[in-house]
């Protein structure tokens, strides 16, 4: 009886004194590897460990993301604060860019991807760029959106918006 406890909480001695006591598990949640945790529990342990550098990841893109929009409104004098409304943002992108309100319709349906190319098309040709920051643009934004918001570059042949303009009356 003594022998039965004391291998089953210390089951690496049973080698040394070569006795054959062994429990095979029934399933494999069962399975103890002896260092206080099943395999169910490592593998949820390893699970929240990637939701939680995923959730970081993801958080750091998004405030580089609205930093560098909010720098990009306030050098075209807009209010920094439109950077924050998700879908109002682009809205106010477009309306920057001289673009149609239209487009915010071709955005939030199939053509994301190809409105997106082209707000980045022109946005790039605001700020006096090559044409190949556009694919900087599309693959690594949380890169190259800093980069294009914080250059020194003046925008000379694009009117700038006053803050009373009208851009919240097109609504």
């Known amino acids: 009886m003594i022998k039965y406890f004391f291998f089953r909480f210390f089951p690496f001695f049973s080698h040394i004194f070569s006795l054959e006591y062994r429990e095979y598990p029934t399933s494999n949640f069962d399975f103890d590897p002896g260092f206080g945790a099943n395999m169910n529990q490592m593998g949820s342990s390893f699970i929240s460990a990637m939701w939680v550098f995923m959730v970081t990841i993801f958080v750091i893109v998004f405030i580089t993301y609205v930093i560098s929009l ?4 306030s050098d075209n004098n807009i209010q920094g604060w439109k950077a924050l409304i998700p879908i109002y943002n682009i809205y106010v992108l477009l309306k920057m860019l001289d673009m149609s309100g239209w487009w915010l319709i ?18 790039v040709k605001k700020y006096e760029k090559i044409l190949p920051f556009i694919v900087g643009l599309e693959i690594l934004p949380f890169i ?11 925008q000379k042949h694009f009117k700038t918006y006053r803050e009373n303009d009208d851009i919240d009356d097109e609504l």
């Open 144 to 154: 190259f959106y800093p980069i294009l918001a914080f250059s020194n570059k003046t």
């Open 70 to 73: 909010w720098k990009i409104f």
């Open 106 to 123: 071709l955005y939030l349906i199939d053509f994301g991807y190809i409105t997106s190319v082209l707000i980045n098309y022109k946005l």
